[in-house]
């Protein structure tokens, strides 16, 4: 006996109402809980956002002193030879900029001039002597690189930097290089009083275990730890043994568009929760920046709501099993049609199992189309070319089947002698003979990515280079007619009955779309570039060799098919219904393979 659905849902809908109020409440809880949890995580992407909008004003004005001070030499408004002038300059770009520790300008000749800030002031050093390796080191990158760049930290007078420096050119040559540090100090004082309040933790590593800014860092204590050879402290070194932690706790898995980390520290529910970006904005090496906050402050909200979910859950439980089984049902026959649905989305009919029948009327009616459907679709496949309507569904540039001009290869292929074979052979032997033939042709041709255009008779037309733009459509049409060669060779073996092929193929301009008429159209080609592959192919009669196939090729393919082939010239003929001469070329094989 079959029920309509809708005498299910009535019945469904009448049992349920006793649990309305309940469902209401569990609706509530549930919008309740989403709501929280995006305002938590907006509240966490802006606290993150913050300190890292933060931290690149802070580092800003050293790129943009580099850069303006570059800019000013290579327009000549600025002379690095001039050191009464540059040293006002550079004093003067400085002093707004107390996070800068200083400015350096080097000349080829190893002379240089710098400007330092110490002692609460700005002192200017016109000999400062290279005689450090790693400041030696530095400044050859600086001449090497390209506009300005990020360094590495360095480490200069008891304070580190973080390095920016840029070459300088003056019409066009190498006059010198800049250089300028932000302290590492600095930053840390900037990111602790600035951005964040005492129950936020802010900080900035270089790479994953390396302190570039942290509160620790402004105790004198923790500084002196700093050295050339020790520019950075490690993340262990520090005293923070939450941020100790951050090189070996994984990060946590968020909805996509949440373009932050998240480590969370101890036990669930306690500890301290890492909120961290990555960014490469200052060189190679990426910089963490972020905060950690104690996870009592995070949670604190979804325990406001513990206490009505608990109730809503109760109230909804019956309401949930009914609905559950109701809906599982109902579902079940719907996800087989989706299912087999998405496998006719991509004409894969030979793996759709049929629909099973259902007590519900309306689902059961579905089913049997469907399976009618199916049936039907099978039987049209038999006619349509299906890889053919696969990458017509799959091109993406624009309507595909719209007609256009493009540049494509052509191949025209035919059997010799096939009238005479055929009279001998009974006709479903012959058929049986080209339909083996035909699937070796598809095979060869759509392997390559070719387009299968129609059969005629015993020939066949292919094309490359639609309907998805491939460049090298003449390569691929010399692949697929070389191993049309070896199916060939290799099918002459095992037959009674062995033929030749005549196989030719021309590059040129065509128009390539739907051509028809509303009733029946044909996605192919046309234009003069088929007919002169076609009188190709009539000429490899002419030119036949040794083995089951020849390959004749115009002079255009041998231009557009590039170095990976071996061709021999024929020369120059004149083809029917054509004024010019096409210069004809035999296929022998690829450049580095056996001949076909």
């Given amino acids: 006996m079959r029920f309509r659905i809708t005498v299910v849902l009535m019945v469904a809908i009448g049992g349920l109402t006793a649990l309305a109020v309940g469902t209401v409440l569990f609706v509530s809880a549930s919008t309740s809980i989403r709501n929280t949890v995006e305002l938590m995580r907006n509240r966490a992407e802006l606290t993150i956002s913050a300190v890292e909008r933060g931290v690149f004003d802070h580092m800003e004005p050293a790129r943009d002193l580099i850069a303006d001070l570059s800019r000013r030499v290579t327009n000549g408004t600025l002379d690095i030879n001039d050191r009464e002038g540059l040293a006002k300059v550079l004093s003067g770009a400085l002093a707004p900029a107390p996070q800068i520790g200083g400015v350096v300008v080097w000349r080829p000749d190893g002379s240089g001039l710098w400007v330092d800030r110490h002692d609460g002031g700005i002192h200017v050093e016109t000999e400062p002597s290279p005689d450090r390796a790693e400041l030696v080191d530095f400044l050859a990158r600086a001449e090497r690189a390209k506009g300005v760049q ?81 520019p950075l402290l490690s993340v262990d070194a520090i005293g923070d043994p939450v941020l100790a932690l951050f090189p070996s706790l994984p990060a946590a898995d968020l909805p996509s568009r949440a373009d932050f980390d998240v480590r969370e520290t101890g036990k669930r ?120 309507v696969r990458r017509l569904m799959s091109a993406s540039d624009g309507p595909a089947t719209e007609v256009r001009e493009a540049e494509l290869t052509v191949m025209f292929t035919d059997i010799s002698g096939f009238t005479p074979l055929s009279e001998n052979l009974p006709p479903a032997e012959v058929a049986q003979m080209l339909n083996r033939h035909f699937e070796m042709l598809i095979s060869c041709i759509e392997a390559e990515g070719g387009t299968v255009d129609k059969f005629i008779g015993d020939a066949a037309m292919a094309f490359w280079g639609a309907p998805e733009n491939v460049p090298d459509h003449a390569a691929h049409a010399c692949r697929a007619a ?112 056996p001949p076909a």
């Fill in 150 to 230: 990020w360094g590495a930290p360095y480490f200069r007078e008891g304070e580190t930097y973080i390095t920016i420096a840029s070459p300088l050119f003056r019409d066009g040559v190498y006059v010198g290089a800049i250089a300028t540090g932000v302290s590492v100090v600095a930053l840390s004082n900037f990111v602790s009083h600035e951005l964040t309040n005492s129950d936020v933790t802010a900080f900035v590593l270089y790479g994953d275990d390396h302190v570039l800014a942290h509160p620790a860092l402004l105790d004198a204590e923790y500084s002196k730890r700093l050295s050339a050879k020790m």
């Fill in 269 to 388: 529910g306690s500890g301290e929760v890492i909120l961290s970006r990555s960014t490469d904005a200052f060189g190679p090496v990426p910089w963490q920046i972020g905060v950690h906050v104690p996870v009592a402050d995070v949670n604190e909200q979804l325990k406001r709501l513990a206490g009505s979910i608990v109730i809503s859950l109760v109230l909804a439980a019956a309401a949930l099993v009914a609905a559950i089984v109701l809906a599982r049902r109902i579902a079940r026959p719907i996800r087989a049609v989706s299912a087999a649905a998405g496998k006719i989305e991509h004409l894969d009919l030979d793996n759709i199992e049929p629909l099973p029948r259902s007590t519900i009327r309306e689902l059961d009616e579905q089913a049997q189309s469907f399976n009618s459907m199916v049936n039907g679709l099978r039987w049209f496949r038999t006619y349509v070319p299906h890889q053919l």
């Fill in 482 to 593: 070389l191993a049309i060669a070896r199916a060939m060779e290799a099918s002459a073996a095992e037959s009674e009955t062995p033929f030749r092929m005549k196989i030719a193929l021309h590059t040129g301009p065509l128009i390539v779309g739907n051509i028809g008429a509303k009733a029946r159209m044909n996605y192919t080609v046309i234009g003069d570039t088929v007919n002169v592959c076609s009188r190709i192919e009539k000429l490899c009669g002419e030119y036949a060799q040794d083995g089951t196939a020849t390959i004749l090729v115009s002079g255009d393919v041998v231009a557009a098919a590039g170095a990976g082939f071996r061709f021999e010239p024929i020369g120059d003929r004149q083809v029917k219904g054509r004024a010019r001469s096409v210069e004809i070329w035999r296929l022998v094989g690829e450049a580095d393979g």
